[in-house]
C-alpha cells in the first residue's frame, strides 16, 4: 500500500511541476523597463492548477484520516505487549498494568527504575459497593 501512495505523490508532484515551469524565452533584466505588464486573461493557469493541487491534497488527507478513525491501526492487534491501565502517585511516579500474552503485571515506575511489584490473575477486579 505504501508503495501505491508513493508512487501517487511522485506522479502529483511532476504534474503540479508541469505548470510551474519557468519560461526559457523570457529574460528579465532590472530596471530596464517601467511599463506595466498587460493584464493576465482569466482563463486556467498557474492559479487554478494550484487550487486543484491543494483540493487533492486535502481529499487524500482527508481519506487517510477518515481512514484511520475507522478502527484501530494496522498491526496493533498483533501485538502481545500492551499497557492496560496507568495511574499516576505524583512526582514522575507510575503504576502501570501492563499484559504480555495474556498474562497481567502490575509494575511501578519511577525516574530511574522500573520495578515488577506483582504478578496479577487474568480477571477483572470486583468493584465494592459503597455505603
Known amino acids: 500500500m505504501s508503495r501505491r501512495r508513493a508512487t501517487l505523490a511522485v506522479l502529483a508532484l511532476s504534474w503540479a511541476a508541469t505548470g510551474f515551469a519557468a519560461d526559457d524565452d523570457k529574460v528579465i533584466v532590472p530596471?530596464?523597463?517601467r511599463v506595466e505588464a498587460p493584464a493576465?486573461?482569466?482563463a486556467g493557469g498557474v492559479g487554478s492548477m494550484s487550487l486543484t493541487l491543494?483540493?487533492?491534497l486535502a481529499g487524500v488527507g482527508g481519506w487517510m484520516v477518515w481512514r484511520n478513525r475507522r478502527g484501530t491501526p494496522i498491526g496493533r492487534d498483533s501485538?502481545?505487549?500492551a499497557v492496560d491501565e496507568t495511574r499516576s502517585l505524583g512526582n514522575r511516579q507510575f503504576?502501570?498494568?501492563a499484559s504480555y500474552a495474556g498474562k497481567k503485571?502490575?509494575?511501578g515506575v519511577c525516574p530511574g527504575r522500573i520495578d515488577?511489584?506483582?504478578a496479577l490473575d487474568g480477571s477483572a477486579p470486583k468493584e465494592k459497593a459503597r455505603e
Open 40 to 42: 493576465q486573461s482569466g
Open 116 to 118: 515488577l511489584l506483582s
Open 54 to 56: 491543494g483540493l487533492v
Open 31 to 33: 530596471g530596464t523597463s
Open 95 to 97: 503504576l502501570v498494568v
Open 105 to 107: 503485571f502490575l509494575i
Open 79 to 81: 501485538r502481545l505487549l
